[in-house]
């Protein structure tokens, strides 16, 4: 699938940082990012921009506050051959004055990540951002949780009180399939009034994150969220290597993409327990948040409960009913 329109957003090191409170070392990140740069990726998002009001720096990375001067290590020395950087906002979990103006700033792009009740939040820091000189993003989340109502009414605000360059559709629990995808796209840029300001973000836990993305694209969807390897949280992501081998733009370079994952990701995934899963299948086919898989994860393997799939099954549908 070739279009000049489409942008990939490498997203590794801010989801795959769920998975490890975002301690990643600089060098693994330097790597990433450089890794990316010369592969032609469009975007790499470094992590978060996230209050440290609301989260101790004793307990997490620094990619979950993305400071500028660390940033500003991350790219040093490094071609970026075009390729801009992003960091994410969560509505509920930062600030307006957690941003420097843009001219101070290595950031290019400022994405915020909502629920649909906290749409106002959302809208304020984005453009706030966009004040400051950065592009902006908001991303809803678990949208397919959202009430129709409040999603359609969250939409229309954005079209009206925004200038984002997209919005994102984000199978935050991994429950949508191909034709669900093809209701959100349709919904959003027919709310927002164009199709080159929807983005797609899938999560893994029923394995179509990556078949999700394309559905999107076939659709017409060029803002385009994936990780290495697929490294995110619970199940992950779409993977960054398999879509830029189906865009098939030569713009774009696999080889230090799968250079990259076989130094940084690989040993990282024998640290970390993320991809398809059986407890994470059962929140994806349930349409519930993956921390309850998370958890039974967790389980010593030598536990028989490490293994009561059937158990696990039954407690999360009886939940919420």
């Given at each position: 699938?070739?279009?000049?329109?489409?942008?990939?957003?490498?997203?590794?090191?801010?989801?795959?940082?769920l998975m490890n409170s975002s301690k990643f070392s600089l060098e693994t990140v330097r790597n990433v990012y450089s890794?990316?740069?010369?592969?032609?990726?469009?975007v790499v998002e470094l992590g978060y921009r996230n209050s440290k009001k609301m989260f101790a720096p004793e307990e997490y990375g620094a990619w979950r506050f993305c400071d500028d001067a660390d940033l500003f290590k991350v790219i040093d020395g490094v071609d970026a051959k075009g390729t801009k950087i992003a960091v994410m906002q969560d509505a509920h979990k930062a600030f307006e004055e957690d941003v420097a103006p843009k001219n101070e700033s290595p950031i290019d792009i400022i994405r915020v990540a909502t629920y649909v009740k906290d749409i106002d939040k959302a809208i304020?820091?984005?453009?706030?951002?966009?004040?400051?000189?950065?592009?902006t993003t908001i991303n809803i989340m678990a949208v397919s949780t959202a009430i129709e109502r409040e999603l359609d009414e969250s939409l229309v605000q954005i079209a009206k009180e925004t200038n984002v360059c997209a919005c994102y559709i984000v199978d935050s629990f991994g429950a949508?399939?191909?034709?669900?995808i093809d209701y959100f796209v349709k919904k959003f840029s027919d709310i927002l009034g164009d199709i080159n300001k929807v983005g797609i973000h899938c999560h893994n836990q029923q394995q179509l994150g990556y078949a999700n993305t394309i559905e999107a694209i076939i659709k017409g969807v060029n803002h385009l969220d994936a990780?290495?390897?697929?490294?995110?949280?619970?199940a992950g992501n779409a993977p960054t290597e398999l879509l830029i081998g189906f865009l098939k733009n030569p713009?774009?370079?696999?080889?230090?993409?799968?250079?990259?994952?076989?130094?940084?990701?690989?040993?990282?995934h024998e640290e970390m327990n993320w991809g398809y899963s059986?407890?994470?299948?059962?929140?994806?086919?349930?349409n519930r948040h993956p921390q309850a898989g998370m958890d039974m994860m967790k389980i010593p393997k030598?536990?028989?409960e490490s293994r009561n799939y059937a158990g696990f099954y039954d407690k999360m549908a009886e939940e919420d009913f």
């Open positions: 699938m070739y279009r000049n329109e489409i942008k990939v957003y490498d997203c590794t090191i801010r989801d795959g940082g890794s990316c740069c010369e592969a032609g990726i469009d304020k820091l984005a453009n706030s951002a966009a004040k400051k000189g950065y592009e949508l399939y191909s034709e669900d990780t290495l390897y697929g490294f995110g949280r619970a713009k774009y370079n696999i080889r230090p993409l799968l250079d990259v994952i076989g130094k940084e990701i690989i040993p990282l059986i407890p994470y299948m059962v929140c994806g086919l349930l030598k536990d028989p």
